[in-house]
């Protein structure tokens, strides 16, 4: 059986990581007034800062139609028997649902979509995952039950400067927002249940990034040995000098850097920073 993989763009797997393992991708897009970008082909993330610093107007972000995914799924079909296609949680878009739908109506191709209750590049390390066992010749059912096992193990936080963009785009609840705009804190965030919800409330952002980092050192310390993603909206250095401290101390554990990229990032707003790992 020839297996395909795909993602979704909200993976913001690297162009270079997509064609080295040969992953395929379907964009969501995020939309300014009349003007519709999918993201990762029509805008770069640091177009859309740019933008997003520049609009008086938070942007939408919408999922790929029912018509796009058909037509990717009917070209995969040409090559391939069957495709794993793994897509951000559920709980805060519709995309992994639509793929499902649009799955049981294209013939020729066996869908398998993936939840990954998740997003970023966390959701990116399924993809990845995924494709370098379909290249090693395993079955749709084995590469889904290795998903699971690492969804068992994934852990990811992220926290923000500001909660109103999470609030405003109906990802956060109006409570937890006025809340923490109220006392002026830096809630660390995560998924629960396919979610984004507030895992603890910090008082400033130094000290929000230690505690995610102390919760890192906390697996590391268990002698797990993980792989590791430091993430950020448009402040690559900040990235880059938690990266670096991190691998000072750990240089054995793999590490990357990437993006919150158009879609999340309008969500989440300019500055936010994320740190996601499993357990290899």
């Given at each position: 059986?020839?297996?395909?993989?795909?993602?979704?763009?909200?993976?913001?797997?690297?162009?270079?990581?997509?064609?080295?393992?040969?992953?395929?991708?379907?964009?969501?897009?995020?939309?300014?007034?009349?003007?519709?970008?999918?993201?990762?082909?029509?805008?770069?993330?640091?177009?859309?800062?740019?933008?997003?610093?520049?609009?008086?107007?938070?942007?939408?972000?919408?999922?790929?139609?029912?018509?796009?995914?058909?037509?990717?799924?009917?070209?995969?079909?040409?090559?391939?028997?069957?495709?794993?296609?793994?897509?951000?949680?559920?709980?805060?878009?519709?995309?992994?649902?639509?793929?499902?739908?649009?799955?049981?109506?294209?013939?020729?191709?066996?869908?398998?979509?993936?939840?990954?209750?998740?997003?970023?590049?966390?959701?990116?390390?399924?993809?990845?995952?995924?494709?370098?066992?379909?290249?090693?010749?395993?079955?749709?059912?084995?590469?889904?039950?290795?998903?699971?096992?690492?969804?068992?193990?994934?852990?990811?936080?992220?926290?923000?400067?500001?909660?109103?963009?999470?609030?405003?785009?109906?990802?956060?609840?109006?409570?937890?927002?006025?809340?923490?705009?109220?006392?002026?804190?830096?809630?660390?965030?995560?998924?629960?249940?396919?979610?984004?919800?507030?895992?603890?409330?910090?008082?400033?952002?130094?000290?929000?990034?230690?505690?995610?980092?102390?919760?890192?050192?906390?697996?590391?310390?268990?002698?797990?040995?993980?792989?590791?993603?430091?993430?950020?909206?448009?402040?690559?250095?900040?990235?880059?000098?938690?990266?670096?401290?991190?691998?000072?101390?750990?240089?054995?554990?793999?590490?990357?850097?990437?993006?919150?990229?158009?879609?999340?990032?309008?969500h989440l707003g300019e500055g936010a920073i994320g740190v996601?790992?499993?357990?290899?």
């Open positions: 059986m020839k297996i395909a993989v795909m993602s979704d763009s909200t993976a913001y797997i690297s162009k270079e990581d997509r064609e080295k393992y040969g992953i395929h991708m379907v964009p969501l897009s995020v939309n300014f007034n009349e003007a519709s970008y999918r993201e990762e082909l029509d805008i770069t993330t640091e177009e859309f800062y740019q933008k997003l610093a520049s609009e008086k107007d938070l942007p939408s972000t919408s999922q790929p139609s029912i018509g796009e995914i058909t037509k990717k799924l009917e070209e995969l079909a040409e090559d391939y028997d069957a495709v794993i296609s793994v897509h951000l949680s559920s709980g805060i878009s519709g995309t992994y649902q639509t793929m499902v739908s649009t799955g049981e109506m294209v013939e020729g191709i066996d869908v398998y979509a993936y939840d990954s209750e998740i997003s970023c590049m966390v959701q990116g390390f399924y993809a990845i995952e995924a494709a370098k066992m379909a290249a090693d010749g395993q079955s749709p059912e084995a590469i889904l039950t290795r998903l699971d096992e690492m969804k068992k193990t994934v852990r990811a936080y992220f926290m923000v400067d500001d909660l109103a963009n999470l609030q405003r785009g109906g990802r956060l609840s109006n409570a937890q927002a006025i809340l923490g705009s109220l006392l002026q804190v830096k809630p660390i965030l995560h998924f629960e249940n396919k979610l984004i919800v507030p895992f603890e409330k910090i008082r400033t952002k130094k000290k929000a990034i230690s505690r995610i980092l102390g919760l890192l050192e906390d697996d590391v310390t268990a002698g797990k040995n993980l792989r590791v993603v430091f993430i950020h909206a448009n402040n690559l250095a900040y990235a880059e000098k938690l990266e670096a401290e991190f691998k000072q101390k750990h240089p054995e554990m793999e590490t990357s850097i990437s993006y919150f990229g158009p879609v999340i990032g309008t996601g790992w499993y357990e290899k």
